[in-house]
């Protein structure tokens, strides 16, 4: 997750490999990002990343966290990343860093 700079934070979710989003990237309020993530993976453990992570945990309402869904704050290592990487590696697949757009989801702030 990425802060916005206010109570949202952009959230990316993906399977428990870490390679295939389940969607593309969204605002959600910090207290909905557990909500969100169990809607799109039901009864899985949810592990938030980031640098907002510890603030997601704490904005979480208390049912989502009693009903079967495990939030762990969790910062990816070095060793995490590249394993998920790995299998695109494998097949030869990368990204041309001279090609690569960045992804806005919201307007930058201002001041």
Known sequence: VTPTRRTEVVAAFYTGNGATPLARPE???????VAVASAYSPNRRVLICGENADLILAA??????????EARVVYPSAASIARM?????SRGEFDNTETLVPLYITPTPVG
């Open 27 to 33: 605002v959600v309020p910090n207290a909905g990002v």
């Open 60 to 69: 979480t309402p208390e049912e989502f966290l009693g009903q079967g869904i």
């Open 85 to 89: 990487a790995a299998p695109r590696l």
